[in-house]
């Protein structure tokens, strides 16, 4: 089945978040005028406010805090992995010999 889930690009969001500032109208009117889902322009004005010049990155741009947090997860799957090889190390050779 075929994904009919319309993508806007910055650009698109920017000016309707302007459009609708200095228009006066309801946002639900400008939704309707300009064609886009109920409830994605005040979506978008979120993600600006709370963004700024992030905002609206596109699919697979990470901001800078994701991709810490992407590294620091890695870092710590090869951390445990390190760990997990040095206790059955260590369990090889403490078991007396015989």
């Known amino acids: 089945m075929k994904n009919n889930k319309k993508k ?13 500032e200095e228009s006066g109208k ?3 009117e400008v ?4 064609g886009i889902g109920v409830g994605n322009l005040s979506r ?7 963004e700024k010049a992030e905002a609206f990155r596109g699919n ?3 901001s800078e805090e994701q991709k810490e947090l992407y590294r620091l997860r ?4 090869i951390l445990k992995e390190e760990r997990e090889i040095l206790k059955k190390v260590v ?3 403490s078991k007396p010999s015989k």
Do not use: Q, T
């Not at 939704?31 to 300009?34: G, K, S, T, V």
């Not at 890695?74 to 799957?77: D, Q, S």
């Open 8 to 20: 806007y690009d910055k650009e698109f969001k920017l000016n309707a978040i302007r459009f609708y």
């Open 91 to 93: 369990g090889m050779f």
């Open 44 to 50: 978008w004005r979120r993600e600006l406010e709370k």
């Open 60 to 62: 697979g741009n990470m």
């Open 31 to 34: 939704e309707e005028e300009l």
């Open 74 to 77: 890695r870092e710590i799957e």
């Open 26 to 28: 309801k946002l639900s």
